[in-house]
């Protein structure tokens, strides 16, 4: 066979590898290492370097040599207009022209190159930018450089360029999707931290009921955990839960603040605050879109006799049948300005009286079992002993009702109505 030939075969072979080695390299200095010893290799060049060039510091980084120096230097000063001379040559070597610039690079980096000689400097250029430099000593065999030879270069180093420039692109679009995750999350805690400020101004504004919304919220998330949603919708359901009476807000004062039960006016002016509330939350794009829902149903009693819509069983979205029994819980376990807090046994009794008519018997159980499980000590925290502890004494109490009720629903009430989420 022919040498040139032989030798263009070789090239192919070299390219095909290096196609690959783009391709599947995850680690990338290896990948341009690899690169360039095969373009070493596909001609005898002793001696060479391919470096990186980095705009921004204005420098040319050493990614792989061989033969150059072991002065343990990787880095090269290059100004801006010499790296714009350089990538005005073009990706198509031309000697002579290359040969002049090589002169001029090489005399700004005399103490790096010292006595070695370079023969050949191949801009890497990619959409008229320079992105780095493949720098080449002479032949094994001591001949000149030839066309076949610059063409094998050019090609080879084209790729090398492009697998440079397709890792750039890609380590950029990395950066941009963590920066866009970064500010996604900025957004989330600014959304969490609005949700709590929001929380306080309604339990600030009803001043019976401090820190109301807050536990609501608390309760919300043990129970929407123990019925096994996945963390996104115990977040959607927490936030619920903060924001439920956010109705209030528009609710007029002296009604929430009437130390006195409500009358018939007063009660109907405080049950407009559900669908006030909705009407705050839907103008909202959360990112739990059930939440204005939660807020507009948390009112609703399985048996259709609650408001303001009167939903009956699965028409009420599961989590507001979540949120109903946390605020009814909190309201029996807090003291009103017209009535004690109920004995915690009294809570659980009324739960079991109203369950399959107020509330939805998967989420009493639910509750129930989250409790026990605290009480029991197979829980990782005790959330709700240490809520409860600050109102109530030996709350354990109750654990043996919970497990009576726990048995009670899965008995069968339990079955029938589980569908709901
Ligand atoms: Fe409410």
């Known amino acids: 066979m022919e040498p040139n030939t032989q030798r263009l075969l070789h090239t192919f072979a070299a390219l095909a590898d290096l196609g690959q080695e783009i391709a599947d390299n995850a680690d990338f200095e290896e990948m341009l290492r690899a690169s360039f010893h095969l373009l070493l290799g596909s001609l005898a060049i002793r001696r060479g370097a391919v470096a990186e ?10 990614a792989a040599m061989r033969g ?14 010499h790296a714009r001379r350089l990538a005005s040559l073009g990706s198509a070597l031309s000697f002579d022209d290359a040969t002049k ?9 005399k103490e790096f190159f010292g006595s070695v000689e ?16 493949v720098l080449l000593g002479e032949k094994a065999n001591g001949e000149k450089f030839n066309e076949g030879d610059l063409e094998i270069v050019c090609s080879l180093a084209r790729h090398i ?42 339990d600030i504004k009803d001043r019976y009921t401090n820190g109301h919304s807050v536990r609501v919220g608390k309760y919300s998330e043990i129970i929407a955990r123990e019925m096994g949603w996945n963390d996104e919708e115990v977040e959607g359901i927490t936030i619920a839960g903060y924001l439920h009476d956010i109705g ?21 002016e405080m049950s407009r605050h559900p669908a006030a509330g909705y009407e705050i939350l839907a103008r909202i794009n959360h990112p739990y879109a059930e939440i204005p829902l939660m807020a507009r149903y948390h009112h609703e009693r399985i048996d259709g006799n609650g408001y303001p819509d009167g939903l009956k069983g699965d028409q009420i979205p599961p989590g507001a049948k979540i949120v109903t029994v946390a605020d009814s819980f909190d309201a029996m376990t807090t003291d009103r300005p017209y009535r004690k807090r109920l004995p ?52 354990e109490d109750v654990g043996p009702l919970l497990s009576r009720m726990i048995s009670d629903l899965d008995g069968g009430t339990i079955a029938a109505s589980a569908s709901g989420h």
């Open 344 to 395: 915690l046994e009294d809570v659980f009794v009324d739960f079991r009286a109203n369950t399959g008519t107020q509330f939805a018997p998967e989420v009493i159980c639910a509750f129930c079992r989250a409790f026990l499980r605290e009480i029991e000590g197979t829980s990782k925290e005790k959330r709700l002993m240490k809520l409860l502890s600050r109102n109530y004494d030996n709350v």
């Open 161 to 202: 360029a492009v697998g440079v420039h397709s890792h750039r692109l890609l380590e950029e679009v990395e950066r941009k999707a963590e920066e866009n995750r970064r500010l996604y999350d900025g957004l989330r805690a600014i959304y969490k931290e609005t949700v709590h400020a929001f929380a306080a101004a309604i």
């Open 101 to 109: 610039e090589a002169e001029r690079f090489l005399g700004d980096q």
């Open 53 to 62: 060039y980095d705009r921004e510091r204005g420098q040319l980084r050493i």
């Open 68 to 81: 150059i120096t072991e002065s343990g230097q990787t880095e090269l000063p290059l100004a801006h207009d």
């Open 248 to 268: 209030k807000l528009i609710v007029d004062l002296s009604v929430i603040n009437s130390p006195e039960r409500f009358n018939a006016k007063e009660s109907k």
């Open 118 to 133: 370079i023969e050949l400097l191949v801009p890497l250029v990619i959409r008229e930018r320079l992105i780095g430099v």
